[in-house]
């Protein structure tokens, strides 16, 4: 009874999921349509998607009762527009009297995935009565997602000091595994592939080697997946990045799907090719098939904190080279979670990127919350609103030790979830990965609830609680996220390659339905490291013996072993807390800049939007990512430069500082470079405390520009690096400042000879 009312209303109130023929009477409350169309399929003009009136006498006048989306363009005839290839003709001018058996046509060829709506209203000339309605447009298209994960011999660390810490593969593993429950949740005709990479992309993928569809086995699949890979063989060998990623693109093959790669790393790259400092291409000259165009390859990527300017440099490249966003662990090794905004858990870096991946098809993140549980009795956990029209709420859940599945159920009978007041919690499907795990998602799905349920609107306060019952849980983390292809949020960073004291410029665009929203209050919330990394691992006399292992450098090493032992150590990268608000500009854009780029480091952005108006109702929504911002103006003269010559070649030794005082600091030895192509960098020593030994090979007389992170810290020859310039030198850089070649110092020198000797000949009796 209860599942034939629900039809009932459904049919009344909700939008209808067909595409035909439609009809706005006038007089009455027309319910919203959804248009579900596949992107690239051509609608001919005589299609069934047409608008006719209702309820009208003979003749009517058409209008859009609302503005175009965004990105429309007017018919010349003003009867009607055209937006991604889409285009909504009325049957005359708008407000032209016109006979009611013609019809509003829909008709072109869809090209880009998204959500849009317009609104029309018929008038009927005769009674003077109206209708109008709204028609939603949904373009889709299915998603091919390939992880590409790094499983070399650094990936069996431990991630903490702690006895009994997981090492960095079982942290993986569970990060991937909730990955996995969110993308099978959201459902539609996607896929899934899996890369692993050490010294070679191997060993290939037994679930997903080759795209595999999303179905309710996926999660499962790619768990026992990922197990497998840690046994036989273990995570070992070195770090081959690019060779990952090369092979991860060509499982992308069909460009007439949405294409996007998730790299995840926690080393330097050591094995060719490499990933290119901008993160467009490879070592070896090849391309990645990437870029800012909507039909390349859409590239996000996950890091481990670490001192190394290259390493986090290529990260944040290859992410907005290629329209995604990079997120990174504030704390290297250590994936506990110690809440609220600064958290660095490996598993909140993949929800993240879980938005990011699959922005174009709507989940967005809604809060994050972290509880500490008592022995006995509930918590509140987090309350928020909800808007209107959302498809699915998902609740994912983490506590703080590993179960299996019958006391993973008595966790589940301990949260209540909880709309204006009312337990609905039933009509969540409860799914989770393995038979030993901490995790469990919670997912409702508003468009189809269970059987004997009547309808829950979306729309409203929620809130979640949480209890323990003598299971020594410890903790619970939330993550809310929202299935909403009305809302589209989109961030612009001004400065993609920040250096310290520089500006930080950020602009954020939000609309609803390609329609501008207003009335949001938008702040970002910059989490700044309290000191300089490079510095202060510099100054640290706690040097510690490098072990060889993978990728990882001494200076890599030294920091990974402070983060691990030393409280003290770790207290000083303690985030401080910024907040730009945004100002609303123009329609639907927000900015606002940061300017307290004061330290060198990893910077973590949150995003935090909230509004409350009638067409959405109240809603938050939020997004975090990580920026790399490194040193700026190195000054030789204050780095300790010496040089010598040894058997034809330039050892070279310094420990770069910057103009304000701070030193570069280790781990940075991949970043130096020449510009003379026949002076080679035979090696470079990292000594751990910011100092560097560099032999150069080749013609070392030869002038050179020194580059250290892609910036240029000296130009001429090595051997005169460091060293004061003789007042000529001086001569020569201010021209070149001017835009005249050095060279022409000695034009002006030879004027000024001729010049003096002129001035001396007059002067003779």
């Known amino acids: 009874m209860f599942r034939q009312l629900f039809l009932c209303i459904l049919v009344v109130s909700l939008p209808i999921l067909v595409n035909g023929q439609e009809t706005i009477n006038v007089g009455v409350v027309n319910p919203d349509h959804i248009y579900n169309l596949p992107i690239n399929v051509a609608i001919p003009m005589g299609s069934p998607l047409t608008i006719k009136p209702g309820g009208t006498g003979g003749t009517v006048l058409w209008e859009f009762a609302a503005a175009f989306p965004g990105g429309a363009v007017a ?8 937006k991604d290839g889409l285009t909504i003709q009325l049957p005359a001018a708008e407000n032209a009297p016109i006979s009611d058996l013609e019809t509003v046509k829909i008709f072109g060829t869809p090209t880009v995935a998204d959500a849009w709506s317009f609104s029309l209203r018929v008038t009927d000339q005769a009674s003077a009565t109206n209708g109008t309605r709204n028609f939603e447009i949904r373009v889709t298209q299915s998603l091919d997602l390939v992880l590409v994960l790094d499983r070399s011999g650094s990936m069996l660390s431990p991630t903490s000091a702690d006895a009994g810490a997981p090492t960095r593969w079982n942290a993986l593993k569970e990060a991937v595994s909730g990955f996995a429950n969110l993308y099978q949740s959201i459902g539609g005709s996607n896929r899934l592939g899996i890369t692993y990479f050490a010294t070679t992309p191997t060993p290939a993928s037994t679930c997903c080697g080759t795209l595999r569809a999303v179905d309710n086995t996926l999660a499962t699949a790619v768990g026992t997946d990922i197990d497998n890979v840690a046994v036989t063989p273990v995570p070992t060998g070195m770090t081959a990045l690019g060779a990952g990623l090369k092979s991860a693109t060509t499982m992308l093959s069909d460009a007439t799907k949405a294409r996007s790669i998730l790299v995840f790393t926690d080393g330097e790259q050591n094995q060719l090719p490499m990933v290119n400092a901008m993160g467009t291409g490879y070592s070896d000259g090849t391309t990645i098939p990437g870029g800012a165009g909507a039909g390349g390859i859409k590239i996000a990527t996950i890091g481990i904190g670490s001192p190394s300017g290259p390493f986090h440099t290529t990260l944040l ?21 110690v809440g609220g905004l600064a958290s660095g858990s490996l598993s909140m870096g993949f929800v993240n990127q879980f938005v990011t991946m699959l922005s174009q098809f709507s989940p967005q993140i809604v809060t994050t919350a972290f509880k500490s549980l008592p022995t006995m009795g509930a918590v509140p956990v987090e309350t928020f609103p909800l808007n209107k ?10 506590v703080g030790r590993k179960l299996e599945v019958p006391q993973l159920m008595q966790v589940y009978k301990l949260l209540r979830v909880e709309k204006d007041g009312k337990d609905v919690k039933n009509y969540a499907r409860v799914t989770w990965v393995g038979n030993y795990t901490n995790s469990i998602l919670l997912t409702i799905d508003f468009s189809d609830p269970p059987e004997s349920h009547p309808p829950l609107d979306p729309a409203g306060k ?5 209890a323990d ?35 930080l410029p950020i602009s954020f665009l939000l609309d609803k339905l390609r329609l501008p929203v207003k009335d949001a209050d938008v702040k970002c919330v910059v989490l700044r490291p309290g000191e300089d990394l490079g510095d202060v691992l510099a100054r640290s006399e706690k040097n510690i013996k490098p072990d060889g292992t993978d990728s990882a450098s001494a200076g890599v090493q030294k920091y990974n072993k402070l983060w691990e032992t030393d409280s003290a150590f770790r207290a000083l990268f303690k985030p401080v807390e910024n907040i730009v608000q945004l100002k609303h500009t123009a329609d639907g854009k927000y900015e606002g800049s940061f300017d307290g780029l004061s330290v060198a480091g990893v910077y973590k952005l949150v995003y935090l939007v909230k509004a409350k108006n009638d067409d959405i109702g109240e809603f938050q929504r939020t997004f975090m990512e990580s920026i790399y911002v490194t040193f700026s103006s190195v000054d030789l003269s204050k780095s300790e430069v010496t040089s010598t010559i040894q058997n034809g070649q330039l050892v070279m030794n310094l420990r770069p500082m910057t103009s304000y005082g701070k030193y570069v600091g280790p781990a940075m030895g991949p970043a130096f470079s020449v510009s003379n192509t026949d002076i080679k960098i035979a090696g470079v020593v990292d000594h751990q405390d910011g100092r560097y030994t560099i032999t150069f090979t080749g013609a070392i007389d030869q002038p050179t520009k020194l580059v250290l992170l892609g910036q240029e810290i000296y130009t001429g020859k090595l051997e005169n690096a460091g060293k004061s310039d003789s007042f000529i030198d001086k001569i020569k850089k201010w021209l070149e400042s001017i835009g005249l070649p050095a060279w022409s110092i000695w034009i002006i020198l030879l004027l000024i000879i001729l010049l003096l000797w002129l001035l001396f000949r007059k002067k003779k009796p």
Do not use: C, I
């Open 75 to 82: 018919l010349p005839g003003g009867d009607g527009f055209t």
């Open 317 to 337: 490249a290859l992410a907005t080279a290629n329209r995604g966003s990079y997120n990174t662990t504030l704390d290297g090794t250590n994936f506990t979670f």
């Open 389 to 398: 029209r959302v498809d699915k709420l998902l609740l994912e859940f983490t």
């Open 462 to 466: 929620w809130s979640v609680q949480a």
């Open 469 to 503: 019952s003598g299971m020594n849980l410890r903790f619970v983390n939330l993550n809310v996220l929202a299935d909403d292809h009305r809302l589209h949020m989109k961030r612009t960073l001004g400065n993609t390659a920040p250096k310290v004291n520089d500006k």
